[in-house]
Each structure stands twice: as structure tokens, then as C-alpha cells.
């Protein structure tokens, strides 16, 4: 389980999210970690690795109910389902554990691919 540049720039982006929110309202922090998760889902899927490209926009998922926050245990259900599904594939994907769902060779010169 390497890290590799996306993973650093997640672990930075999510820092400085985290201080902003000392300084933002509840919904403009969500809303703003709900892009920065698409917006790294999208990476890895350009980087060939649609299962993590999933678990991030799990993580969207959730940063959506925390902008929509839907009473009791609608919100319990879906803010921690998605967290634990997203976990759940990053994990999966990265212990190799998911099968490949593309030809990786056809995806050659993307940074952040998968040695073979």
C-alpha cells in the first residue's frame, strides 16, 4: 500500500480543509470537502484506478448528507454507510483484493497507474 502524489495531495487538501473550518460555516466546509473529493475521484479514475475513484465518491456521498442533513436515523444510515463503504473500497482495492475492471494497458503514461 504506496502512497503516491495524489495521496499527498489528499492528505494536504484534507489538513487545510480542516483548518478552514475554524474559520468557515458547517456547510461551506462540507460543500467544499464534497468537491475535493470529486475532484481527487476523478484523478484516480483518469489515473486507473476506478475502484478508489469509487470510494471517493462514496466520500462525496457523505459530504453531500452532511450538506443536506436528513433527520435521525436517515442520517446515521447514510453518513456512516458511505464513509464505511468508501473505506471499505479503498482498502479493497489497494490490499488488491477487487478485480481489475479494465485492461491497465491501455491506460499507459497516466501517473498513478499500477505497476503490472
Known amino acids: 500500500m504506496a502512497m503516491d502524489r495524489i495521496d499527498g495531495v489528499a492528505i494536504v487538501g ?14 461551506v466546509v462540507a460543500a467544499a470537502l464534497g468537491g475535493f473529493a470529486l475532484s481527487l475521484s476523478s484523478w484516480r479514475l483518469y489515473g486507473g484506478r476506478p475502484w478508489e475513484a ?25 453518513f456512516f454507510g458511505s464513509l464505511l463503504l468508501g ?7 489497494r490490499l488488491d483484493l477487487l478485480p481489475s475492471i479494465w485492461n491497465e494497458t491501455g491506460v499507459e503514461g497516466v501517473e498513478g497507474q499500477r505497476d503490472g
Open 14 to 27: 484534507f489538513a487545510a480543509i480542516i483548518a478552514a473550518s475554524t474559520a468557515l460555516e458547517g456547510i
Open 87 to 93: 473505506v471499505g473500497l479503498l482498502l479493497a482495492d
Open 54 to 78: 469509487l470510494a471517493w465518491l462514496s466520500w462525496v456521498g457523505a459530504a453531500v448528507v452532511l450538506v443536506i442533513v436528513p433527520g435521525g436515523g436517515a442520517f446515521v444510515v447514510a
